[in-house]
């Protein structure tokens, strides 16, 4: 009874300072306040999540990251009435999302997977939002920035699989420090060197805390992604439960290739593994109609375009390189995905194609209908971020500029502004090794 009364005398307190001041409190804020207060009287105090309740808190790219986020973590058991709450900035007005629940297991290990999208968010706004289960279990405040249409930085990552994380985790915790008002972050695909290894998602996942809380990521697929214990191929799986990106609509491949807006520039991301998704070892999941089916997609994608700027991101690269070996040799040219999808970013005017897998960073300038020419798309071959070294492929006759060190690693940036597309490429520790300006 003595609860009730002090519940029933906070109110009242509440609505009185409103008519004294004039009524300018919101009435969301006198909701808020209130249902403070109740918790504390009823014995409900808001309590910090423990570790093992909210691992791994991040932010992905929705379809529109004007209006939307989607927002993953993970916990050591099932909580089923997960949520997301979320404001904006300077206002006490929560809103609550509920999230999934949903038990993943590979490798042995058993996670629990939380994630929804916020939607119907406004432009160009400043908003916080943090995780949390039952009544009264919450993280800390995070933030997160909506797209508008003015200048934003993105990091670029190319390969980061790696045998020891360390070097990796170092980059991505300098690069983080270098470029604090980055927008979102892209990998280039190959995050781990084995899709099915839970400690190697473990390390990766921790790896990415300086930037994963507070700003959106977008992944690629890469081949690595799609190997079992055993070096054999499989599903994705790993891939697609811990990273919710936007839907394709396709049922078969959904999420393994997707596209997405942030500001004035469409991002498509391609699924580039076709080998791994035909392979004998792979029985289980023959897809030999990914591409056929991909490439339907990005024609519709490409069509319904209304950005200025068209940027693809692709792991496997489109360029072939030279090499000779004891019993095997190649020519330089074009691989299969450079044949198939090529022609359809000259068709569809894209501005920029990143690339990875090859371990080597390689500017090869505009290039079109497989030849140099300023008016084609921009090509550059991102880098290697982790510890995994590749064969020295000899220089391709396209190449404007490769990396003099191949042995070490670096990152990249890029500044989308109104006129301009500013791609730069970074070693370790910060010093600038190459620059392409796009303007339109």
Request: glycine share 6%; proline share 4%.
């Amino acid at each position: 009874m003595r609860k009730n009364r002090l519940v029933k005398m906070t109110v009242a307190i509440v609505a009185l300072a409103a008519l004294v001041t004039g009524g300018y409190i919101y009435k969301d804020a006198i909701q808020s306040r209130i249902a403070r207060t109740v918790a504390v009287v009823s014995g409900q105090e808001i309590k910090p999540l423990l570790d093992s309740e909210s691992r791994y808190i991040r932010q992905i790219v929705a379809k529109d990251n004007s209006m939307s986020r989607t927002i993953m973590w993970q916990s050591d058991s099932s909580e089923p009435d997960a949520v997301i709450e979320y404001r904006l900035v300077g206002r006490d007005d929560i809103r609550t999302l509920s999230a999934t629940d949903t038990a993943f297991t590979d490798d042995g290990s058993t996670t629990y997977i939380h994630e929804g999208t916020i939607t119907d968010l406004t432009p160009d706004t400043k908003y916080e939002y943090r995780v949390g289960y039952s009544t009264d279990r919450r993280s800390d405040w995070y933030s997160f920035e909506t797209a508008g249409a003015g200048e934003y930085e993105v990091l670029i990552y190319p390969d980061s699989q790696s045998s020891d994380y360390s070097g990796w985790e170092q980059i991505v915790k300098n690069s983080a420090d270098r470029n604090p008002n980055a927008a979102l972050y892209i990998s280039m695909g190959d995050l781990v060197d084995n899709g099915e290894q839970a400690y190697q998602w473990r390390t990766w996942l921790d790896s990415i805390k300086p930037l994963s809380a507070r700003i959106p990521l977008a992944p690629t697929l890469g081949n690595h992604e799609m190997y079992t214990l055993d070096w054999k191929m499989r599903e994705p799986r790993a891939y697609l439960n811990y990273f919710d990106v936007p839907s394709n609509g396709n049922v078969t491949f959904n999420r393994r290739y997707y596209s997405y807006d942030y500001g004035d520039v469409h991002y498509v991301v391609l699924d580039t593994q076709l080998y791994e998704s035909t392979h004998e070892d792979n029985h289980d999941t023959h897809h030999p109609d990914l591409y056929d089916v991909q490439v339907q997609w990005l024609r519709q994608d490409l069509a319904s375009n209304t950005k200025k700027w068209t940027v693809v991101l692709m792991h496997r690269d489109p360029f072939q390189y030279a090499f000779d070996r004891p019993g095997a040799s190649r020519a330089a040219g074009f691989d299969e995905e450079g044949v198939l999808f090529m022609p359809i970013f000259d068709e569809f005017h894209v501005d920029l194609v990143l690339s990875a897998h090859l371990h080597s960073y390689r500017n090869r300038g505009h290039v079109r209908n497989f030849d140099r020419d300023a008016s084609g798309p921009l090509y550059i071959l991102t880098g290697i971020a982790g510890d995994a070294r590749r064969p020295k492929w000899k220089q391709h006759p396209l190449d404007v500029y490769v990396i003099p060190d191949r042995e070490v690693s670096n990152y990249m940036t890029m500044t989308v502004t109104p006129n301009r597309l500013v791609v730069r490429a970074f070693l370790a520790d910060g010093t600038q090794v190459d620059e392409s300006v796009i303007e339109k």
